[in-house]
């Protein structure tokens, strides 16, 4: 299985702040790299697919870099109901979630 | 709009088996893929594998391919997964989603299975 590592695994911010959430892959997943957002109580919504592409319907403060084994997801300014939890998944083999991270009001 | 509505959370004995069902709408059922994932308190989601509604194909995670079976009934628009020899380390979340092209962005509400003697 292609494992995949998430960092930081939670973080606090302020509203308007910048975040950045990283994901490393065990082995290369290519451009193979989705994220998704979610809040307590409820599914996955998905946020970037294709590493860097974003889904219909969702802000343009968030974005999606990176290939081959390390991907980034940014919030350029983070707003109050950003505060959740953010999971990476690889879909070039079978497919695997990070371990998330939380994000957190500071 | 697509909607995909699970059936109700379900309390089983270790050992016993579950049925879950996914009702879809609001898109050509044998057009995509359903893929089940569930989700463990605290942790991330696990993949558990897919199934194609149109040629009721599937492909199961190595991890549960002795005890997990995956169909469709496609005059009612609707996928199951079913889990047997239940322990109770299979308490979860039990999701179902649309795939489009191995990412999922549409998803069951989720389903509840708790395993508890």
């Known amino acids: 299985d292609v494992q995949m590592t998430q960092s930081p695994s939670s973080l606090s911010a302020s509203v308007g702040d910048r975040v950045t959430i990283t994901c490393r892959a065990s082995?290369?997943?290519?451009?193979?790299l989705n994220w998704y957002q979610q809040k307590p109580g409820k599914a996955p919504n998905l946020l970037i697919y294709a590493a860097s592409s974003l889904q219909s319907g969702v802000p343009s403060r968030f974005s999606g870099s990176g290939s081959g084994t390390d991907f980034t997801l940014t919030i350029s300014s983070l707003q109050p109901e950003d505060f959740a939890t953010y999971y990476c998944?690889?879909?070039?083999?079978?497919?695997?979630f990070g371990g998330g991270t939380k994000v957190e009001i500071k | 709009q697509v909607q995909l509505v699970q059936s109700g959370a379900e309390v089983k004995k270790p050992g016993a088996s579950v049925r879950v069902s996914c009702k879809a709408s609001g898109y050509t059922f044998t057009s995509y893929d359903v893929h089940w994932v569930r989700q463990a308190s605290g942790q991330g989601p696990e993949w558990m594998g897919w199934?194609?509604?149109?040629?009721?194909?599937?492909a199961y995670a190595q991890k549960f391919q002795a005890r997990i079976t995956m169909t469709g009934n496609t005059s009612i628009t609707t996928a199951y997964m079913e889990l047997s020899s239940l322990r109770s380390e299979d308490t979860a979340v039990y999701y179902c989603?649309?795939?489009?092209?191995?990412?999922?962005?549409?998803w069951g509400q989720g389903t509840l299975v708790t395993v508890s003697s």
């Open positions: 082995q290369t997943v290519s451009r193979f």
């Open positions: 998944q690889q879909s070039f083999r079978a497919p695997t």
């Open positions: 199934m194609n509604p149109n040629s009721g194909n599937t």
């Open positions: 989603a649309r795939s489009y092209n191995w990412n999922y962005p549409d």
